[in-house]
């Protein structure tokens, strides 16, 4: 089995406790109109990994994330290829290094069995979800992303149903989510969560406007400006962060 892949990094140190290697698999089946990582929608000129292949890489950098940090499961959509993250879970974990997996949940089905039984051999071998919720409101979510939030909310409650732990990751767009009663909308939601141990809020930025103009596409929120500290304040005040120090707790 091999896995499209899109980049590694040995140092990570946002995507998870501790230092982190990060493993950007390609493809997503979301066009979030906020995407810094365009490159990563489809998984067309993808680097072939086999599992063997990346704990051999992993493994060149433990001694730096050690017991405090480990890997995490990134993209575009890592959970488009499930099967490959269990089996290099399984391997992980056999090491007793620690796992992570950064997703929208948007492959979740709880309509299909068969969906829901690979969902559960993830969790056994996943120990931290960080899961974006790119907008509470269904119809906001469909412009902003094209696809329902339906399947993310339910992954959510799934997760919560299984007292797994969780961190919920937003992004604060000026105009779309910087918004006071969607912001209060989904607080209420995490409320009703059990095994949420954080809440990021993360500022819109333009940083990855450059890769929408080498492949040729549109930059579709151009006029739109990252959020100043104050509207910062403004939004994790609503999601009951104090401020950066207590998110970053």
């Known amino acids: 089995m091999k896995a499209r892949i899109h980049s590694l990094e040995s140092f990570g140190t946002v995507d998870g406790p501790g ?30 990994y086999s599992v063997d292949e990346l704990i ?8 730096y994330f050690g017991s405090d940090g480990g890997v995490t499961a990134s993209g575009g959509e890592p959970l488009l290829q499930m099967d490959f993250i269990i089996e290099l879970f ?3 974990k056999e090491l007793k ?22 969902h559960l051999e993830l969790l056994k071998v996943t120990d931290l979800f960080l899961l974006d919720i790119k907008h509470i409101d269904d119809n906001e979510h469909k ?27 937003h992004v604060i767009v000026p105009g ?20 949420v141990e ?29 959020p100043t500290k104050e509207e910062m304040d403004f939004a994790r005040k609503i999601l009951g962060i104090q401020n950066r120090k207590e998110e970053e707790k």
Not at 98 to 114: I, L, N, R
Not at 144 to 166: G, W, Y
Not at 208 to 223: A, C, D, H, R, T
Request: glycine fraction near 4%.
């Open 19 to 48: 230092i982190r290697f990060v493993i950007f698999f390609k493809g997503c089946p979301l066009r979030c109109q906020y995407c810094h990582n365009p490159d990563t929608w489809t998984q067309d000129n993808a680097k072939l």
């Open 56 to 63: 051999e890489e992993i493994l060149k950098y433990q001694s």
């Open 90 to 92: 399984k391997r992980l």
């Open 97 to 118: 290094i620690h796992t992570a997996c950064d997703t929208s949940g948007v492959t979740f089905h709880k309509e299909d069995k068969e969906n829901i039984s690979k």
């Open 143 to 169: 412009k902003l992303t094209r696809v329902s939030n339906v399947n993310i909310l339910d992954f959510a409650r799934f997760l919560s149903e299984h007292h797994k732990p969780m961190w919920i990751r």
């Open 176 to 195: 779309i989510t910087l918004n006071e009663d969607y912001l209060k909308r989904l607080r209420q939601f995490i409320d009703t969560l059990d095994g």
């Open 198 to 226: 954080k809440i990021e809020a993360l500022p819109y930025h333009t940083m990855g406007k450059v890769k929408y103009q080498n492949l040729g596409i549109e930059y579709p929120l151009e006029s739109v400006l990252p």
